[in-house]
């Protein structure tokens, strides 16, 4: 097959030349310096699509090529080299589903604002400050040489504890749906364009690079679909990113049915999808399936000079490339990429974490407040305690490519310190050691750092274990790391690159060089604060052997992840010689991200108490009120913690603190649902804050004093705990050989609790706040209007804020069964409106219903289906806390 013909000056095709023309990241053309004479697709008055058939006239196949691979870049993972003979502009992309992930140190020193996680965005259920989220992140893209932003992650959390939960909007796809439009059209006000992700069926990271999901094509149109669709029709998606996992026995990247028949065909989508980093594992089926962008091209990727064979075999058109090459340009000239290049001004700091701020307190969540516990008046109180691992930084974050590198940070301490002013002492304990990759792997708690000792150095006492590192899985010759460790919780890889690990600033990362094979030692002194019987335990994925007094005591093989333990009895005060070792010697250990974990783990007797919360505890009987700051360790990767307790002793601590001070609030920072009924009655009130960004403790101390009232509502339901939930056998979760089987199918989140009538702790759309709301006179109807006769379904009621304060209430409208024989949920959300309220005051709300809470979708007719009849509606202020209720007739279709 012969390559087309540039109308164009002659160029000879080597790559060395290819090369040198190619534009930095940082250099673009501008309409006036290409002079539209010369580069005709540069003239602003012709359409986006005229300017790309001009454009691609002027290229042939090997330009073509060379701009839908992508290129390995320093600083940007994901990135297209722009072209300066034809005046293209580099693909600069940056991760961005919490704040712009800055790579390059030559740019604003890698700062940018933080962002609450875009679960806490969910918490808020506010479309307004879905946007606003969404232009601030497109201001800072266009503004720190980005012009593209990889986000939202419009991935269902279907899985209660998922590690990635946090980069979630929530388990509803209706709610996903008007958070992530919004969201969408705010990045691209700017010239930026946003990617949706991951496309599709991307919910778990314990297998996500290889877990093959069984699920129906009901469901990927009802719940797994719908939020790409509201960004298409309503925003104008610019881009999808496809993920690693395969979806029913093909892989998402060359799912021509996802991709082409779904994407394109059902969703009407014509902007381009590009692959996740490296998720691109084929050349001519990718490319026919329906993937326009491989990113990034070598050395992972199968295009660049594959791709080019493979049209010259006659295996791919030319025109096909062609069309791969439009969906791309043609976005970029829609979305002014070509006419408003990328800049690098200063972000304005201050002002943009005043808006951090400000979503931040109107996400978090009230979940529990007996006897009007919160707000405190700092007027009255003479102490506070502030507990809590992280407590005195802001490292509550959600890690791996999300994390952002923030332009300040305000503790949890700082802000409640600068809210009680200097009338009030404020005292610090820990309570626990700090939060670490580690704990982002299920398995008894971390032995603490009080009972270790470091080898040969008594002076120390409590500050943990002497470890020795090596570059080889034999620990032999001299070390490359020798240095104290808190605890034993070592968990590296991906965890442990830099600007990817949340953990708490108080651990020092260990060199990246330890990332592939390697082995370790532990050693020094242990003492149990209490004579009792004391289980000790190693979760290891590779060997791990455990030494007391230079006895080997027990081992454990670690072919997978598993956990060995061991019962014995110590004496309080006695000193025990220990020693841990360490191997990544596990089967097919290969590469540099899946690398070693360890956990050094214990249960102890009961009424044991080890002196970090006995401090904790000192600390706060001598206060007026105790606030025990939480944090779990949620990040992308290769786990998700499978299970919902709060990790290293945090659960404990709250117990203690809270028998010795019974005014004790829990402030709990984390990206997904937590356990609580092992202490939530110990406590009299709790706030949700998620990974609230860089203001988190200006936010916290605001809700927590009143001087924001309360308005997020949950956007994933807290079950009691990890074996009462919707999808609690292996094979749903996280697969039984290489297959996650989707049984749950539609009944996903709270209609899954509804079906199977399990209860909860806090329902799907609960939130309190410090004033109440009355529901009265519910009026729904369905009006036709239009030649069309399209059917408007909407519900009308009067809302009253019955309190003293002013308030927010998120009015909630679900749809029942339908009258149809085909199974739907009991309950599914149908609309929802944020009303701001004067206290006393009243507002008549009306909310506009989602036609497709009415409808099912029909694999036989390969069409949505609205049945005729009577549908009963709950309105309310969660799931469950519903407070009116009537009936809607609907006509079908």
């Known amino acids: 097959m012969k390559m087309k013909k540039r109308k164009w000056a002659f160029r000879v095709m080597q790559s060395t030349l290819a090369a040198a023309i190619m534009l930095s990241p940082f250099q673009t053309a501008s309409a006036a310096e290409a002079g539209n004479g010369n580069k005709p697709w540069m003239n602003t008055a012709l359409s986006a699509e005229d300017r790309t058939k001009l454009l691609l006239e002027a290229m042939d196949l090997q330009d073509t090529v060379d701009f839908i691979t992508g290129n390995v870049n320093n600083y940007y993972g994901f990135y297209n080299a722009g072209n300066k003979e034809f005046g293209i502009p580099a693909l600069t992309m940056a991760d961005g589903p919490a704040g712009v992930r800055i790579a390059n140190p030559d740019i604003q020193d890698k700062q940018s604002t933080a962002m609450p996680a875009p679960i806490a965005l969910a918490a808020s259920w506010d479309t307004q400050a879905a946007k606003k989220y969404g232009e601030l992140l497109g201001d800072e893209a266009f503004n720190s040489t980005h012009n593209v932003l990889l986000g939202p992650g419009l991935d269902i959390a279907r899985v209660p504890w998922g590690s990635r939960n946090f980069e979630s909007l929530g388990e509803d796809p209706l709610l996903q749906s008007e958070l992530g439009a919004a969201y969408v059209k705010g990045i691209q006000s700017f010239p930026v364009i946003a990617t949706a992700k991951h496309y599709l069926m991307n919910n778990q990271e314990t297998e996500r690079f290889t877990t093959d999901v069984k699920v129906s094509e009901r469901a990927i149109q009802e719940i797994y679909t719908r939020p790409f669709a509201a960004a298409i029709e309503e925003s104008d998606l610019g881009s999808v990113m496809c993920s690693f996992n395969f979806v029913n026995g093909v892989q998402a990247c060359d799912n021509a049915e996802l991709l082409t028949d779904v994407l394109r065909n059902k969703l009407n989508f014509n902007g381009f999808v590009m692959s996740d980093y490296g998720a691109n594992q084929s050349t001519t089926k990718s490319a026919l399936a329906g993937l326009d962008l491989e990113t990034p091209g070598e050395p992972f990727g199968k295009w660049g000079a594959q791709l080019l064979t493979a049209v010259n075999n006659g295996e791919i058109t030319e025109a096909k490339i062609d069309e791969m090459a439009t969906r791309i340009l043609v976005q970029m000239f829609r979305k002014q990429l070509f006419d408003k290049p990328v800049e690098n001004n200063l972000i304005p700091a201050q002002a943009h974490g005043e808006i951090a701020r400000e979503i931040a307190e109107e996400s978090m969540v009230l979940l529990k407040n007996d006897n009007s516990t919160l707000p405190l008046g700092a007027a009255s109180l003479k102490s506070v305690a502030v507990i809590g691992p992280d407590a005195d930084n802001a490292s509550a974050a959600g890690g791996g490519s999300s994390l952002v590198n923030p332009t300040y940070t305000v503790s949890p301490l700082e802000g409640i310190k600068s809210r009680v002013g200097d009338g009030v002492t404020v005292n610090y304990a820990p309570g626990s050691d700090p ?278 509502k949950l956007p994933v339901t807290f079950p009691v705990n990890e074996q009462t939930t919707p999808i609690s056998t292996a094979a749903q979760f996280p697969g039984v050989n290489g297959v996650g089987d989707y049984t749950d199918g539609i009944f996903v989140g709270y209609r899954g609790y509804d079906k199977e009538k399990l209860d909860v702790t806090y329902p799907f759309g609960h939130g309190l706040s410090y004033t109440t709301f009355g529901y009265s006179n519910l009026k729904a109807k369905a009006k036709t209007t239009g030649k069309t006769k399209a059917q408007t379904l909407e519900v009308s009621l009067n809302l009253r804020n019955t309190g003293k304060v002013d308030g927010s209430e998120v009015v909630q409208v679900y749809a029942g069964k339908l009258p149809t024989a085909v199974e739907t949920p009991e309950k599914q959300l149908a609309g929802f409106a944020k009303v701001d309220l004067k206290a006393g005051k009243q507002q008549r709300v009306t909310v506009e219903l989602d036609a497709k809470a009415f409808s099912y979708w029909d694999e036989s007719k390969q069409e949505w289906v609205m049945p005729s009849g009577s549908v009963p509606i709950y309105v309310g202020s969660s799931s469950q806390d519903i407070r009116l209720k009537g009936n809607i007739q609907i006509k079908g279709n």
């Open 435 to 712: 939060i670490s990759a580690g704990d982002i792997v299920a398995g008894p708690d971390a032995v603490p750092s009080s009972l270790l000792t470091p080898s040969g150095d008594s002076s120390t006492i409590g500050e943990g274990l002497t470890g020795e590192y090596f570059t080889n899985t034999k620990l032999e010759g001299e070390p490359a790391v020798v240095r104290t460790d808190k605890q034993v919780n070592m968990n590296l890889g991906f965890y442990n690159y830099e600007g990817f690990n949340s953990q708490s600033p108080k651990l020092d990362s260990l060199p990246t060089s330890l990332n592939a094979m390697m082995s370790a030692r532990w050693t020094g002194n242990i003492v149990v604060p209490k004579t009792g019987k004391y289980e000790f335990s190693l979760t290891s994925r590779g060997s791990s052997q455990l030494y007391l007094d230079d006895k080997l005591l027990f081992e454990n093989e670690g072919k997978t992840m598993d956990t060995t333990s061991f019962t014995l009895s110590l004496t309080a005060g006695e000193a025990h010689k220990l020693k841990i070792e360490y191997r990544t010697d596990w089967e097919n250990m290969t590469g540099n991200d899946n690398g070693g974990f360890v956990r050094f783990g214990w249960t102890p007797p009961t009424g044991v108490v080890d002196p970090q919360i006995q401090k904790a505890v000192k600390t706060a009987k001598e206060a007026d009120t105790a606030i025990i700051v939480t944090r779990t360790y949620d990040s992308e990767g290769y786990f998700d913690r499978s299970d919902l307790e709060l990790p290293n002793n945090q659960e404990q601590l709250i117990r203690e603190v809270s028998a010795a001070n019974p005014n004790t609030i829990v402030v709990q920072m984390s990206g997904r649902a937590v356990e609580m009924d092992n202490w939530q009655d110990k406590v009299p009130a709790v706030v949700q804050a998620w990974y609230a960004g860089q203001e988190q403790g200006n936010a916290v101390a605001s809700i927590l004093f009143g001087d924001v009232n309360p308005s997020g």
